[in-house]
Every structure is written in structure tokens, then in C-alpha cells.
């Protein structure tokens, strides 16, 4: 009889405690930072977000943000990489902008097998009231990322990286392309057609993503592109400094933005070395939140 | 985050990433390295077929290259083989770690990432056999001094290093037939799958910006379709088709047959961990020990079986059904010295003789009054 009772409060138990893959996946952790970002209200035209050594922005006072390896999520960043960033952020009531600037001895712009791009990203909770861990947000937590990376901006530049790492590779699928061949536009789409991601559409084809990509996340795995993509910004490296600028329209009728109008909310920092083969989740994270304050 | 999972391949539980989930069906397939000639069509066929496209200029999702010294990419074997050190098979199972035990802490595989010169040289080592042949040697089987040759396509193993490594979750493999893909929309090239694969049967592909790989022709695969790699090969070593658990295998299923029922066909480097869906019927001229290291302790019967064909008809009939036909061959059956090979539904595809007839002409033709060349 005892037997009969005790059996089935210890599968109960068992039930209970069992956790599913995806909740065991990491340790959930919300952490607020005692540091402030200030976003100072100044007018601005918005060709000063892409300038980013202009005297403006180093004028400005700067945060200094700590940096620590991303050690949450398997892969995880074995060796530190970029330790700090200065960061300095402005706003004239209908853009922000955020300065971020940092130490980088080498411009890492390349895309190839073994070569991987700098970048940094600014990160924002959906909901500021109660903000999930800021490692990439949780289910039904979403984060608002906007990310720029070295690679892409080369790439909107015009940079071939075939053309760069390959100059003599030939691929002969493509005869429309033969030199004074004239190509029509159905020979474009099959062209195009021949090249799966970009027949699919996928944002990080070189070239295809904004400068800023914006993306929605609920843990690392559930990471997606926005469809509106609003945010604009540029990168700079100059004497051993990376300074980029990461600005976003400060109200957006978009339900995946992260809203900022309330006046204050959290942001946090994530920057990618890419001669440290720096990629995904294996990157430099700040510890927590920091608390945004935007001025007014 | 680890899963125990059953790897049959060596007879025990072993972590991984996620948990157990077989397919419906697994594509498989059988490769009989003995006949190998290395004429590179099955190279040609894929590239022609799949990477003929910009950034894929060195992207064969199919290669063929001369054991010991050839590698694609270059070292891939030795370099995951060194990662993994010395490791044990015991009397009844792998005793060693796999690459997903083997992880360091932070990682979800042992991996290496190779550098891009090593995908720049496809058939480094051609032909080099093992070592010096010494002055008189002779010929014996195995050889004193060999090489052979392996062919390579992405095994779509039942437990992908890539699957597991890829942060973003774009890698998949399919519930109906096993066929590992990259969703191509979701993959944001962040190469960890390029790294986890101990194979190194991803490639990336600069003008994209993604992981590219190996689709098991899954259009033809849907149709009941020999891959292209599998159909046009001129050697007809390659047999493609549907693999069971082993308590599950069946004898008139040609890979089951090969791989459960005889176990002429095996694995590549099952220590791995991956339980891959290739299998190799192992080259008989060449070093037991070296083709222990890659198929693992069964090779000596499976060769022994393999030399044996001539005295097993059902082996020698599957065999000589092997490339016999572009469809893909589900059940078999040798009778009255004929194989025959039919669709899952039973309809015969092909059917072969175990023993070619011979007509021998007169060396004479009388009607135009000439010797013949060949009279058989």
C-alpha cells in the first residue's frame, strides 16, 4: 500500500525535475550593471553618423564599457579578445547614436575560410521593464541586436572577397558573364538562381545586409533578421582604432524594435576580433545591462 | 549540453549535443574501394551538377583521393586523428573517446579549422603509394608497399558534428531520409561547422558567405534516383539505398546485407562518433593495421569475406548489381545465377547474371571475308 502511494509522487517528482533540452541549454541570468550610458539630446545631422572620427564625437565624454569572453553558451570564447570600449552616444530626439570605440592593433575585414571580420554589436530588450539575460535574450525575452561588421561594410563598398583572396579563380558556369558580353536581366535571375543563398534571399551574402543589420533574438539558436531594417551607422579603423557609429530611428512603429521612447531602458555591447577568429558566439560580451539613459 | 545516445557503430552510449532522433529512413551508401580507379567521373558529375557556381571554384563535394598521403583537405584525417590521440577498441566496443566526448570544455566538438591553402590542393599525394619498394620485392596480397583510393562525399551521419556545432541551428537533417542540409537562408557562415566536421565535408564559399555542403542529390533521392556521383560511375563500385539499426536489418535490403548480414562494408573512422551512413568494403592489398586505424577491428573478416564472394552467390550477386542501374536498388534476391534487384514495392529494376556467358566467334567472317580481332 505504502508502495502504491510513494511510486507515483516520486515520477511526479521525477517529472518536475526533469528539465527539457532547450531549458538545460544555459543558466539564465539577468544581471544590471551598476554603469550608465548617458545619450546626450544634441542636434545632429545624420551624415555625422557616418563619420565617425569626426571631432563631435571624440569631444564627447565616454563610458568606458569592460568587456569579458562570451562563456555562457557552448562555443564558448576560450581567450579574452577586445577587453574595453569607449562608448559615447547622442541623440537629437529622433535618431540615436551610439560612438564606440576601441583598441585593434589590425583592420579585419576579410572573408575567407580561416579569416574572420572585427565587429561589435549594440543590444536592446524588447521589454525595459523587465529585461532577460542579456546573453541574446530567452524565449518569449526578446532582444533587438544591431550589428555591424567590418566584412559587410567593405563588401557595400564594392570589395570582391574572390576577388580579393582569388584574383585568378575562374569559374566558367556563367558564359553570359564573358568580357563584352552584354547580360539580360532573365540571365541575371540565373545567375543568381546559381547561388543558393542569394537566391533564398539570406542577409549575410557580402553586399546584401545594411551596414547595421538589424536582428530579433530568443536565445542563441532563434536569431532572425528583421524584415524593416532601419538602423544605418559606418566603421572607421585609423592608427590601430576601430571608431564606429550605430545609430536607429528612436521611435519605430515596428513591434520587433526595442522601444527607447520611454526615455530610459538597458543597452548592452558585444565586439567581435576577428584575427582572434572572433565569430558568433564566440565573442567579448559585457558582464550585464548597462542602464541607458536618453536625454531629453 | 549533452545527450546519451546509442552509436551502434561502437556498441555503446556516448554524449551528444542533442537527443537520440533517428530519421524514418537513412540514406546510405556502399563504396567497394577494390574498384576503385579513381577516373574522377563521380568528381566531375557533382561538380558539374552542384559547384560549378562563383566561390565554389575549389568546392568538390565529391573527391577522390589516393590513401596514405592524399587528403582533401590537406592532413584533414591526420590533423582530427592527432586532435584525438590514441584511443582504444575493446573486445566488444570502442573504449576511446569520440570527438564529442573528446570536446574541450567551451566546445561542443574536438574540432580544427583548416587553413584555406588546404582546400586548394583536391588531389594532393595522387597515386604516391606508401613507401620505397624496396629491391626484390615481389608482388603479394597485402602489398608490401600500396596506396588505394577513397572516395568522399558528406556522410549524413545519424549524429553530425556539424548539426551539433552550428550556434544558429541552421543545420538539419532530414526526418524522411536522413540527409544532413544547410538551410541556406539561415546560415550566417559562422564556419563552426566547418570546424566540428571531422571529415571536413563542409566548405565555405566566399561570395555567399555561407557553409556550403554535400545534398545526397536529395531531388533524385525523392524520385527513387541514383545520386549523380552514385549513377555515373564507370566503375560501378558505388551502391546506394536505405540502412537499418542492425536489430532491425533486413537480408534482401542490399546495404543491410552488405553492412549487417556479411559486415563486408564499414564505416570510415567510426571512432569518430558520428555513426556515418557511407560504408567502405575495405581495399584487400593494402596494411591491416592502416585499414584498421580507418574501419575500425572489422576489416580483417570483412576482407576475408570479400575474398570469399566467389563461394557466396548472394555476395557475389549483390555485388554485380552494384551500379547496375540509375535507380536506386531497395531489395535484391540472387536466384537460379541471377541477382535481381527491385523497388521497395517489389517491381524488378535489373537483373544481372552471376556468371557473364561466353560466345566465342570464328576467327573467320565469312561473309565479309575477314580475320576478327576479338572473338569473344
Known sequence: MQRKIIYPIFVALSLLWYPSPEASAQKKEVKILPE???????????????????GTWLSLPASTVKLIPQDVQEPKLAQPAITSLKVRSLNNGSWIAFHIEWDDPTEDFNLRVDRYSD???????????????HRMGSEKEPVHLLLWKASQQKAKEGTSFLALNYPNRWSDYSPYELPGNPISPAQVVEIKNLLPAVAVGNSIVPGTAPVVEELYAETWNKVTVKEDQHAIG??????????????????????????????????????????????????????????????? | MSHQVLNWQINRKMTYWYPEHRPRRQFAGVFDINKCIACQTCSLACKTTWTSGKGQELMFWNNVETKPWGG????????TLGLLGPQKWGADEYEGATVFE???????????????????????????????????????????????????????????????????????????????????????????????????????????????KCIACYPSLESGKSNRCFETCIGKIRLQGWISTPEKAQEDNPVDFLVHIRKV??????????????????????????????FGPGVDKAIATYKNAKNDPELLGLLLLQGSSDRIIERFKVKDGTAIGYTDKGAEIVRVPLKEPLYVRPYRDVALDVFRHNVT
Open chain 1, 36 to 54: 550608465k550610458i548617458v545619450s546626450k539630446f544634441q542636434a545632429f545631422a545624420l551624415s555625422l553618423v557616418t563619420d565617425p572620427t569626426n
Open chain 1, 119 to 133: 565587429g561589435v554589436s549594440v543590444e536592446f530588450p524588447l521589454n525595459p521593464k523587465q529585461p532577460p539575460d
Open chain 1, 234 to 296: 559606418k566603421g572607421t579603423w585609423k592608427d590601430k582604432h576601430w571608431y564606429v557609429v550605430i545609430a536607429r530611428p528612436i521611435i519605430t512603429p515596428d513591434p520587433q524594435d526595442a522601444p527607447l521612447d520611454g526615455g530610459s531602458s538597458y543597452v548592452s555591447f558585444a565586439c567581435w576580433d576577428g584575427v582572434k577568429a572572433n565569430q558568433g558566439p564566440r565573442k567579448m560580451v559585457t558582464e550585464g545591462w548597462l542602464t541607458l539613459e536618453i536625454g531629453k
Open chain 2, 72 to 79: 582533401y583537405p590537406t592532413g584533414w584525417d591526420v590533423k
Open chain 2, 102 to 212: 573528446a570536446a574541450p570544455k567551451g566546445e561542443r566538438v574536438l574540432h580544427y579549422s583548416p587553413e584555406d591553402g588546404d582546400w586548394c590542393n583536391v588531389n594532393l599525394g595522387e597515386d604516391e603509394c606508401s613507401g620505397i619498394i624496396e629491391k626484390g620485392a615481389y608482388l603479394k596480397i597485402p602489398h608490401a608497399v600500396c596506396f588505394f583510393y577513397l572516395q568522399r562525399i558528406c556522410n549524413h551521419c545519424t549524429y553530425p558534428a556539424c548539426l551539433a556545432a552550428c550556434p544558429r541551428g541552421a543545420i538539419y537533417k532530414r526526418p524522411e531520409d536522413g540527409v544532413v542540409l544547410i538551410d541556406q537562408k539561415n546560415c550566417h557562415g559562422h564556419r563552426e561547422c566547418l570546424k566540428a566536421c571531422p571529415y571536413k565535408r563542409i566548405f565555405f564559399n566566399v561570395v555567399t558567405g555561407t557553409s556550403e
Open chain 2, 265 to 294: 562494408a564499414l564505416p570510415l573512422y567510426p571512432q569518430f562518433g558520428t555513426e556515418p551512413n557511407v560504408y567502405y568494403i575495405p581495399p584487400k592489398q593494402a596494411d591491416p593495421v592502416f585499414l584498421r586505424q580507418m
